[in-house]
């Protein structure tokens, strides 16, 4: 299984990214899939899910809860990461991560595949 993650970079504070995460080496449809993000000396956190198959089901961390959607294209073996109204505080690595079964876990320690990660530095 291979996740790479695509779009970061640099914004000032109100702007806007979209993350892509495209996966190869697995039936995309049988795996939910996840964003999670790591802040400099912080943690890595739970930040947005979508539910396997059609995504129907999504999930999202109350910091974010109103300014990011997640989505996924399963033709393209791809999920995305639709960020708006970026605070300061959203700065940091953002990692994509598959699980196989209907919903991926918000807890990173027991999730088996993550990209490599692409960081997100939002300015104030």
């Known amino acids: 299984v291979q996740l790479v993650e695509s779009g970061g970079g640099l914004v000032q504070a109100g702007g806007s990214l979209r993350l892509s995460c495209a996966a190869s080496g697995l039936l995309f449809i049988s795996y939910a899939m996840g964003w999670f993000r790591q802040a400099p000396g912080k943690e890595r956190e739970f930040v947005a899910r979508i539910s396997w198959s059609d995504g129907s089901s999504t999930d999202y961390a109350d910091s974010v809860k109103g300014r990011f959607t997640i989505s996924r294209a399963n033709a393209k073996n791809t999920v995305y990461l639709q960020m708006n109204s970026l605070k300061p505080e959203d700065t940091a690595v953002y990692y994509c991560?598959?699980?196989?079964?209907?919903?991926?876990?918000?807890?990173?320690?027991?999730?088996?595949?993550w990209g490599k990660g692409t960081l997100v530095t939002v300015s104030s």
């Open positions: 991560a598959a699980q196989m079964g209907r919903i991926i876990t918000d807890r990173p320690n027991v999730i088996n595949y």
